[in-house]
């Protein structure tokens, strides 16, 4: 496995070389074996542990194991114990969602804080057919079977090529030694009762059946890419941009082929699950009103008109301070020596060039900025259209402004106007933690 695993890297994660590389242990078989190939291939890593607080003893028993496993291999650990239970009665969700915001939020600082480039994480082939079938036993379109990414921000997945057989035979063959989590034998959960009842009996019928699976990820992927496409076009031609709103042209998207299809794509994303309701406003009359648990879409006359619940909310501005923001998103405003490479998550800016505070709000019609490295101005909503973002990801986006200027389009792009330029006297680092 070692060779093998060696070439998916020098193949599909040539980037990975010469970075400082964070990965997500929890004790367990994959993140073990992870860590020693990684180890064996001679990167930079150090190991990152969530103590969830869950399982008691044996959570502690499973911190411990991973620091002497740090301390074996004589590679950095970090490791930080979460009160998963109080944190998902707060937000008012799942232990399992706790969990994973909990986790990768950390992930996000550490990276930060301390210089790390990458964060991996041991997600396998089993993992994707799992998800595949939750997915699937909920209700969703293509972009739901298409598979964990292997690439998401800094997040990396370097062992969704492989079967959880192909990782235990590995662990096995070399004595390693791994924590068992006794959760894991328990079915409460979909995915623990797909994979200790449903899975195994499913492979027993076809010895093939992961690497038809892997075939099959891989042409809905492309099916998805061109479909994404598609829909660009799509959007131009029967959406209009409104404040707070967005206005779906009826007669232009019935003259369309696949009618329903083209009203899931666009709508997906937005919480709507009676899709039959969904697809009956086009001939319903004016005032009829369909709702998902954050947005609302109504028939106007010739088009349906789609806005968040509570949208006055979206031009609330907030202040933000000159160490930034925590609510409602977090911001970490810091001096800096020198600039670094801008990201998604990051950018320099000149100090002298801002007006504290700052504020941040959500984007509205007729919002323009000089994107970076161009001279003249651009609308937003050009701006978007030609970045192929799509209207659930336009909603989530929020704007950094000094002065009523659009410095940061958060996530996407910084203003030109606000640069770092050899006459700038102090510089500031600008993260994004999402």
Known sequence: MLV??????ELNFTFLKGKKLLIA???GLDSVVLTQLMKKLDYEIALAHCNFSLRGKESDGDEMFVIGLAKNLEIPVFAETFNTKKFAEEKRISTQMAARDLRYNWFAEILKDFKYDYALTAHHLDDELETFFINLSRGTGLNGLTGIPKENNKIIRPLLNFSREEILQYAEANNLKWREDSSNKKTDYLRNKLRLE???????????????????????????????????LVFKLVVTEEVNSYKINIEKIKELPNTQALLYELLNGFGFTEWEDVSNLLDAQTGKQVFSKTHKLLKNRNELELTEIGSEKIT?????SEKGIASPIKLKIEPSKYIGETEKNLIFVASEKLVFPLTIRKWKSGDAFQPFGMKGKKKLSKFFKDEKISLTEKEKIWLLLSDEKIVWVIGHRMDDRFKVTESTKKILKIFWIE
């Open 25 to 27: 242990c929890s004790g």
């Open 316 to 320: 609330k501005e907030f202040l933000v």
């Open 198 to 232: 449903v899975l195994p009996k499913f492979k027993e019928s076809s010895e093939s059946l992961l690497k038809n699976f892997q075939k099959t990820q891989q042409n809905l992927q492309a099916s998805q890419n061109i479909i994404e496409d598609y829909m660009a």
């Open 4 to 9: 093998s695993f060696k070439k998916n890297i």
